[in-house]
């Protein structure tokens, strides 16, 4: 069966929706912890960033949120943030706090593979990546590769990339590890299409969409992406 | 670890996304570096079409006191400020790595004039981002971006200021790196930008080293230039870095002070001093100067502090309208906003001969001194 990731930003609400993430049969909680500028995101993780740290979801927030997330479900728990959050906290201590608030690994959106090589953490590959960088990203990557499916941001597009099968045929050739793809996979449709080139897929934006409808409708939605995968 | 380090400062803190395009760049302007041909052309629009060299000019009015204030006039580019050296540098680059289409962002507006005037010279589609506080602020320079045919994009949120152009332009590069270029418009980025700047800017020290020589007979005992993310101060300090002698000062606005305030923080692309709180979050620098208005800088900027190097101050905004007063009126030079930090502070340095680094003109700022 293949994985199904959620992304949700940390707030007051997350350990409630996280129960409904994983009432509706996601594999995978991603955590997002805010920052000012974030790069790689599109303006729904955007604009859930800015709403986050106006609600005072700094660092120490946001591990207690991923302590009480980790109290009330089962599912591994992944912070994805940026580099400028691990420079303030301390890259060691921000990756041991983590853990032993309950994340099983780390992502970090703006930190290619060759920039603090010995912080473990799962790496992205992007369509641009080339061969010798995916074999770089492979071998250091903690458990799993994340595939950005698009040449961008984060958020929904119409159509599912026509530049995941090349990727994933590429990565394939270099590694074994599981290959979950993200960026733009917005609808049960589009799970589905990615679904049957990689191991799993993960939704961000589209899961911030619907969560902001109440636990319900993100229980209802991850229902609907669970049932494409299965 | 990756290349492109000055001390604890600089990397590459991007999406992977763009690394391969980083590589590209630095692939590219090396073997730029190498070619002559480039060097030859560079050299071309240099004089040709910039109008470098440009005077070194001895501002008797302005000075007192027996001191001698040297101005470096990069206000009499093309375009009227420093930011062309970089540019039609620049786009060289692009021409040569077959990019057609050019993203910017700008402050002030004249990275944005400077990159939208190359772009029109070469035929290459041209989009600028722009804070809408920003557009505002300096409006003569959006009209003008427009009238060399660039796409001028608002930017909405956050501080509609510069910090919020420069993450714009850099997701727009992501969406877009197979066929764009992004021409950053200061010593800042990811590696190999600060490098790539700092280069196409070290035009300015080279010739007020020996304009300086030749005009007083020998060097000053200050340099001192306005830092925003710092490409004039930094292409001033480049001629006389090796100069121990020569004390390098570079003034920051007292609300934007990365370097006499900020902490070790990571933007757009680099580690370096940041104006940050102490979780990492970038904090709003608040500057009369749109040019000086960005919490982030070089990240040699940085380096050259820690080791001692140069030295950075600060000017409030009123002491920077007090100084473009003073050298209009003195000298008939309106300058703008951003080296009238630098005029600011060069008035009180104990020297008797100082070289500021005049990076623009005030006509952008007529609307935001006449509003005082």
């Known amino acids: ?230 | 670890m990756s290349t492109g380090v000055y001390g604890a400062y600089g990397g590459r803190y991007v999406p992977e996304t763009l690394v391969p395009a980083l590589d590209e760049l630095e692939q590219g302007y090396k073997l730029a570096l190498r070619d002559p041909a480039f060097a030859a052309e560079l050299e071309e629009l240099g004089s040709r079409y910039v109008g470098r060299p440009t005077p070194l000019y001895d501002a008797e009015r302005f000075a007192s006191g027996g001191r001698r204030i040297l101005l470096k006039r990069e206000d009499l580019c093309h375009t009227g400020a420093h930011k062309i050296n970089n540019a039609v540098g620049q786009a060289l680059l692009a021409t040569r790595l077959g990019k057609q289409r050019i993203v910017a962002e700008t402050g002030a507006g004249q990275h944005g004039v400077a990159t939208a005037t190359v772009c029109a010279r070469s035929g290459l589609e041209c989009v600028v981002y722009m804070g809408s506080e920003d557009m505002r602020r300096q409006h003569p320079n959006v009209e003008r971006m427009r009238l060399l045919g660039a796409e001028v994009q608002p930017v909405e949120f956050g501080t509609r200021t510069l910090k919020e152009a420069t993450s714009e332009a850099i997701r727009d590069w992501i969406s877009n790196v197979e066929t764009t270029y992004y021409l950053i418009g200061s010593c800042v980025g990811p590696h190999p930008y600060p490098a790539i700047v700092r280069r196409l800017q070290s035009v300015i020290g080279r010739e007020a080293r020996k304009q300086a020589l030749e005009m007083v007979g020998r060097l000053p005992e200050a340099v001192v230039a306005c830092v925003g993310g710092g490409s004039n101060a930094i292409g001033l300090f480049a001629g006389f870095v090796e100069d121990h002698q020569v004390r390098l000062v570079g003034v920051e606005a007292a609300g934007a002070a990365s370097l006499a305030g900020g902490r070790t923080a990571v933007l757009h692309g680099a580690r370096s001093s940041v104006l940050a709180d102490e979780d990492g979050q970038i904090l709003d620098a608040h500057s009369i100067s749109a040019g000086l208005d960005y919490p982030g800088v070089g990240p040699e900027h940085a380096f050259l502090r820690d080791s001692g190097r140069a030295e950075y101050v600060t000017a409030t905004d009123e002491e920077a309208l007090a100084a473009f007063h003073r050298l209009a009126e003195t000298e008939g030079i309106l300058p703008a906003l951003e080296p009238a930090h630098a005029l600011a502070r060069a008035l009180d340095l104990d020297a008797e001969v100082v070289l500021v680094g005049l990076s623009g003109r005030g006509d952008k700022d007529l609307g935001e001194v006449l509003a005082r």
């Open chain 1, 1 to 230: 069966m293949k994985t199904l990731v959620i992304y949700l930003m940390a707030g007051h609400e997350t350990p409630e929706l996280a129960s409904a993430v994983e009432a509706g049969g996601a594999d995978v909680l991603e955590i997002g912890f805010p920052f000012s500028d974030p790069l790689a995101d599109g303006p729904v993780v955007r604009r859930a960033a800015e709403r986050a740290l106006a609600a005072g979801m700094r660092t120490a927030a946001c591990l207690e949120c991923l302590r009480d997330v980790g109290k009330r479900i089962d599912l591994p728990l992944v912070p994805m943030t940026y580099a400028a959050l691990l420079e303030a906290y301390g890259w060691e201590r921000f990756a041991s706090d983590a853990r032993a608030a309950g994340a099983t690994s780390l992502i970090v959106a703006d930190l290619p593979a060759d920039e603090q090589p010995e912080l473990r953490r799962v790496q992205l590959v992007a369509p641009t990546t080339t061969d010798e960088r995916i074999a770089l990203a492979a071998e250091h990557t903690d458990g799993w590769l994340y595939l950005v499916t698009v040449t961008g941001t984060t958020g929904a597009r119409s159509e599912l990339s026509p530049a995941l099968a090349p990727l994933v045929e590429r990565t394939r050739r270099v590694t074994d590890v599981p290959l979950y793809a993200g960026f733009g996979v917005s609808n049960p449709a589009q799970a589905a299409a990615a679904a049957e080139l990689a191991d799993g897929v993960v939704v961000g934006s589209a899961a911030l969409l619907a969560a902001e409808d109440g636990p319900q409708a993100l229980e209802a939605f991850v229902s609907q992406l669970r049932a494409a995968l299965a």
